[in-house]
């Protein structure tokens, strides 16, 4: 029988990444969508279609009394996971959820006891894990090319554009924040993927009281690195990461995921390609591809998830690895500065920080 999947929430990230690798997994008979929830039942059926014999639910608590699954696909609000995680876990499914795995420090950690108690897998969505570029990037840290320790600077941003079909992503109660849990998610877990555990030394936001942030900064510090991260969701920035060490300095693109720059002792900058590769297949030894793009990158994310749940190898990141991210975005909210915003007006900036939802009266 192949494996039932229940996908939990039916929005934007479902319709546009999911549903294509999905129905593929079904057609090739490893995987079957068994049951499509969201509240909006007009959602639930818009994502329901695409797949064979999906049941709908518009209540979560009928799903796993109704229709037993061996994972659920939880893509729903962010501050919906950890109940909806649990939930799945106790009903005894494995769990990939979309980022942010969760929304609070204390919820990380419980659901990693819980993944860890159950047995059950609890894979988190952070799709750039299986960007080439990325890994070979990694492979040249673990190799020593950079020669000591190394300084970053991680840049993402731009203008709102993705079609969310609920506003959750606005509502701090909702997503947990504002850029810093969307875009930010992404961004810290790139580096945890190259560096390790992240500390938080400073960091600054332009959230007031009562909304959520659009743009952030933040300081971080790692074993064997340490640099600044800025993100905006209102105005584009010089985007990539740029990695400088005493030996070499890496440049690379996230949307060029198939290479990188690079400059060693010669001083000469070059291109070098990327060609990781990932599983495409159940069978052993597995079919393999080196993604191309993001969509890609998902699919590689749902091989390595099936793989996983039949014992064969681990998720990029499992809850564990995923709680420091978290718990790192806590810590950027807790020491939270008003950020410098250049481009407003001396008295716009005075009303901005006095309105700072952390420092603000
Ligand atoms: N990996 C990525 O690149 C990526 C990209 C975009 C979004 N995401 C993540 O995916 C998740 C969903 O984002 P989105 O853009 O699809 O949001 P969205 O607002 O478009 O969709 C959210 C959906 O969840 C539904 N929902 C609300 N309450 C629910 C409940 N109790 N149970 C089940 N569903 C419920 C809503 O009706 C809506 O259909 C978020 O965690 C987001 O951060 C990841």
Request: with cysteine.
């Amino acid at each position: 029988m192949s494996l039932r999947i229940a996908v939990i929430g039916c929005g934007a990230v479902v319709a546009d990444l999911h549903v294509p690798v999905l129905e593929k997994l079904e057609r090739a008979g490893v995987a079957m969508v068994a049951a499509v929830a969201d509240p909006a039942q007009a959602r639930a059926a818009a994502i329901g279609r695409f797949f064979k014999a999906p049941k709908l639910h518009t209540r979560m608590e009928d799903l796993w009394r109704e229709t037993p699954c061996d994972l659920a696909f939880i893509a729903s609000p962010p501050g919906l996971h950890f109940e909806q995680a649990l939930a799945a876990i106790r009903a005894g499914a494995h769990v990939l959820v979309e980022k942010p795995m969760v929304t609070r420090a204390a919820d990380a950690a419980a659901l990693a006891k819980a993944s860890a108690d159950s047995g059950r897998i609890v894979a988190v969505g952070q799709t750039r894990r299986f960007y080439p570029n990325l890994r070979a990037v990694r492979r040249r840290l673990d190799a020593g090319d950079f020669g000591g320790p190394v300084r970053f600077a991680f840049y993402e941003g731009g203008v709102f554009d993705w079609p969310v079909a609920s506003g959750a992503v606005f509502d701090r109660a909702k997503a947990g924040g504002g850029v810093l849990f969307d875009k930010g998610v992404h961004v810290l877990d790139v580096l945890n993927g190259l560096f390790g555990g992240a500390k938080v030394l400073r960091a600054w936001d332009d959230s007031l009281a009562g909304g959520v942030e659009a743009n952030a900064v933040v300081e971080l510090e790692y074993e064997g690195a340490s640099g600044t991260v800025q993100i905006s969701w209102d105005q584009p920035l010089c985007n990539g990461l740029q990695i400088t060490g005493p030996k070499a300095e890496a440049r690379i693109d996230l949307d060029a995921i198939g290479r990188y720059q690079f400059r060693g002792s010669d001083g000469n900058w070059r291109w070098e390609p990327a060609d990781e590769r990932w599983p495409r297949s159940l069978g052993a030894p597995a079919a393999e591809f080196t993604p191309t793009d993001y969509y890609e990158c998902v699919e590689a994310q749902w091989w390595t998830m099936l793989r996983a749940i039949q014992g064969d190898g681990a998720p990029a990141v499992d809850a564990a690895g995923a709680a420091n991210v978290i718990e790192a975005i806590e810590e950027a909210y807790r020491v939270a500065q008003p950020l410098n915003l250049s481009f407003l007006s001396a008295a716009e900036r005075g009303e901005a920080v006095r309105r700072h939802w952390r420092v603000g009266s």
